[in-house]
């Protein structure tokens, strides 16, 4: 693959393009003309040793002079040059897994080795947004079997990073989502931490919820960190609470993640293999996880919630995970708060055994750091409920939960947002039904999460009596803008939670 023998200057101009690696050239560039560049060309960008392939972009005005290209602020970063440095480009030559991905697309079954390219691909950099989608969409729905599942955890596991102990035990907990709340992780981690058991939690950000709950953490915390501080922190405290990018532990899934926001996509199969990957790579030996089911959840009825149990135990077994399932109820918000902050306040309310704590997301994380500790055997079959409670109920729990804190950069109370407005009940009755997810959206059009203090506060459960003008829930918004914003669509949408 032969370098150019033209250079061209590089411009900053401050694009954020967020993951992707783009490049801006003038249409009547000679290298473009000589070439036959156009956008959307997937290029090579030389700079000394160092190369990155990039998308192309076409300019059509002077921003940019005929021998300049400027580059996205990531690019930059990750060619290491500055204004006035010089690079090269060159054709980037076609991929093969791209034939193994529009296979995928034509709901054909590929093989391991596929898998394993196509990754591998996607991690070093070679796809486009543009192609990193179709591969998405075409694993999306039934189209992955349980073969294909196994594979493509095992070559999500071995895209980077790997952590192991000395220890025979790594216990670690997933929930799959789609209850709006529901933020038992920490919890769960300092609970199981403080019963002497090793729990390194690598988390992501939201994929298509208001938090998820490296968000919620990083309201109280520093979440973003390097496998080595991870490994200090967790030799230190027993367990951690951090986001798995900067450490590298299967970074194609924070790559398809990135992806799967945008598309607002999380199909079955890639999900578990996103779970189990990170499981694998954090080297966890026994994982509990939660499939909430409900008319308006992820999964919606306890069937698919059953074929996804036996799914998890089949691909656990096959990467030499221990998996026990928890099918619970997601009929409904579990705890008060949808968003990072109000998630984390929760969390909090909890540990310290306040009274006005909610109720059923304690209950909850008592049911799943029971079933941990009774899976890792640390305590007899049917007992590991009332041990968990003892611990959370001592405030050892809690005490744990800071130190785990400190270890990782220092504890900071979470904040409301500046700008709320009260939604109230505009009859007397019963509330009879929710529905999760346009409570979810609400709470993004609010702006969480990337606006940490924003979401609701939700206070209106299942056969809760509420009188004419009693509040449901507070939207909360970092701006008076996105406040109306998520008001507005609340005029337009039927009706949210039922009352009768």
Same mark, same amino acid.
């Given at each position: 693959?032969?370098?150019?023998?033209?250079?061209?200057?590089?411009?900053?101009?401050?694009?954020?393009?967020?993951?992707?690696?783009?490049?801006?050239?003038?249409?009547?560039?000679?290298?473009?003309?000589?070439?036959?560049?156009?956008?959307?060309?997937?290029?090579?960008?030389?700079?000394?040793?160092?190369?990155?392939?990039?998308?192309?972009?076409?300019?059509?005005?002077?921003?940019?002079?005929?021998?300049?290209?400027?580059?996205?602020?990531?690019?930059?970063?990750?060619?290491?040059?500055?204004?006035?440095?010089?690079?090269?480009?060159?054709?980037?030559?076609?991929?093969?897994?791209?034939?193994?991905?529009?296979?995928?697309?034509?709901?054909?079954?590929?093989?391991?080795?596929?898998?394993?390219?196509?990754?591998?691909?996607?991690?070093?950099?070679?796809?486009?947004?543009?192609?990193?989608?179709?591969?998405?969409?075409?694993?999306?729905?039934?189209?992955?079997?349980?073969?294909?599942?196994?594979?493509?955890?095992?070559?999500?596991?071995?895209?980077?990073?790997?952590?192991?102990?000395?220890?025979?035990?790594?216990?670690?907990?997933?929930?799959?989502?789609?209850?709006?709340?529901?933020?038992?992780?920490?919890?769960?981690?300092?609970?199981?931490?403080?019963?002497?058991?090793?729990?390194?939690?690598?988390?992501?950000?939201?994929?298509?919820?208001?938090?998820?709950?490296?968000?919620?953490?990083?309201?109280?915390?520093?979440?973003?960190?390097?496998?080595?501080?991870?490994?200090?922190?967790?030799?230190?405290?027993?367990?951690?609470?951090?986001?798995?990018?900067?450490?590298?532990?299967?970074?194609?899934?924070?790559?398809?993640?990135?992806?799967?926001?945008?598309?607002?996509?999380?199909?079955?199969?890639?999900?578990?293999?996103?779970?189990?990957?990170?499981?694998?790579?954090?080297?966890?030996?026994?994982?509990?996880?939660?499939?909430?089911?409900?008319?308006?959840?992820?999964?919606?009825?306890?069937?698919?919630?059953?074929?996804?149990?036996?799914?998890?135990?089949?691909?656990?077994?096959?990467?030499?995970?221990?998996?026990?399932?928890?099918?619970?109820?997601?009929?409904?918000?579990?705890?008060?708060?949808?968003?990072? *902050? $109000? +998630?984390?306040?929760?969390? @909090?309310?909890? =540990?310290?055994? /306040?009274?006005?704590?909610? !109720?059923?997301?304690? &209950?909850? *994380? $008592? +049911?799943?750091?029971?079933? @941990?500790?009774? =899976?890792?055997? /640390?305590?007899?079959?049917? !007992?590991?409920?009332? &041990?968990?409670?003892?611990?959370?109920?001592?405030?050892?729990?809690?005490?744990?939960?800071?130190?785990?804190?400190?270890?990782?950069?220092?504890?900071?109370?979470?904040?409301?947002?500046?700008?709320?407005?009260?939604?109230?009940?505009?009859?007397?009755?019963?509330?009879?039904?929710?529905?999760?997810?346009?409570?979810?959206?609400?709470?993004?059009?609010?702006?969480?999460?990337?606006?940490?203090?924003?979401?609701?506060?939700?206070?209106?459960?299942?056969?809760?009596?509420?009188?004419?003008?009693?509040?449901?829930?507070?939207?909360?918004?970092?701006?008076?803008?996105?406040?109306?914003?998520?008001?507005?669509?609340?005029?337009?949408?039927?009706?949210?939670?039922?009352?009768?």
């Amino acid at each position: 693959m032969e370098q150019q023998s033209n250079p061209l200057k590089v411009k900053s101009l401050g694009i954020d393009t967020y993951y992707e690696n783009i490049i801006f050239i003038r249409s009547d560039c000679a290298i473009c003309r000589s070439e036959g560049f156009t956008a959307l060309t997937r290029l090579i960008i030389h700079h000394n040793e160092k190369t990155i392939i990039a998308t192309l972009n076409v300019v059509h005005s002077d921003l940019l002079k005929v021998n300049e290209a400027a580059l996205s602020d990531v690019a930059l970063r990750r060619l290491g040059v500055i204004d006035g440095d010089f690079i090269n480009i060159s054709h980037l030559k076609p991929l093969d897994s791209l034939s193994d991905v529009r296979a995928k697309m034509a709901h054909k079954k590929i093989n391991e080795v596929a898998f394993y390219k196509i990754i591998d691909d996607i991690t070093n950099g070679l796809y486009s947004d543009i192609e990193i989608a179709a591969f998405i969409a075409g694993c999306a729905g039934d189209n992955l079997d349980l073969e294909e599942i196994t594979w493509l955890t095992k070559a999500m596991i071995v895209s980077g990073s790997k952590l192991t102990w000395d220890r025979k035990i790594i216990a670690d907990k997933h929930s799959v989502g789609g209850v709006p709340g529901n933020r038992t992780t920490p919890i769960v981690v300092a609970i199981i931490a403080t019963a002497g058991l090793t729990i390194p939690k690598i988390s992501s950000r939201s994929i298509t919820s208001p938090a998820g709950t490296a968000d919620t953490m990083e309201t109280m915390t520093t979440v973003n960190l390097s496998i080595e501080k991870i490994k200090e922190v967790v030799i230190k405290e027993g367990g951690c609470l951090a986001l798995g990018r900067l450490a590298r532990l299967s970074p194609a899934d924070d790559i398809l993640i990135t992806i799967e926001k945008a598309l607002d996509v999380d199909s079955a199969g890639q999900m578990i293999a996103s779970v189990l990957s990170k499981k694998g790579a954090v080297g966890s030996t026994h994982v509990v996880i939660d499939i909430p089911f409900g008319p308006t959840a992820k999964v919606r009825s306890h069937d698919e919630a059953l074929k996804l149990q036996y799914y998890f135990q089949a691909v656990g077994e096959a990467i030499k995970l221990k998996v026990a399932v928890l099918i619970s109820d997601g009929s409904q918000p579990v705890g008060r708060g949808i968003g990072p *902050s $109000l +998630e984390a306040m929760d969390v @909090l309310s909890v =540990l310290r055994n /306040q009274d006005t704590a909610p !109720k059923d997301l304690k &209950e909850k *994380s $008592l +049911e799943i750091a029971g079933a @941990l500790l009774e =899976l890792s055997g /640390q305590i007899e079959k049917g !007992k590991g409920f009332l &041990e968990a409670k003892k611990i959370l109920e001592s405030t050892k729990a809690y005490d744990k939960f800071i130190s785990i804190c400190d270890a990782q950069g220092g504890f900071k109370e979470p904040v409301f947002s500046k700008f709320k407005t009260e939604i109230k009940s505009k009859i007397t009755g019963t509330v009879i039904s929710i529905d999760n997810r346009r409570l979810a959206k609400i709470a993004k059009l609010a702006g969480a999460p990337q606006s940490p203090s924003a979401g609701i506060y939700f206070v209106a459960s299942l056969g809760t009596n509420v009188e004419l003008g009693q509040t449901l829930y507070t939207i909360y918004s970092e701006t008076e803008g996105e406040l109306q914003y998520a008001v507005d669509y609340l005029e337009s949408a039927n009706s949210i939670i039922k009352i009768t």
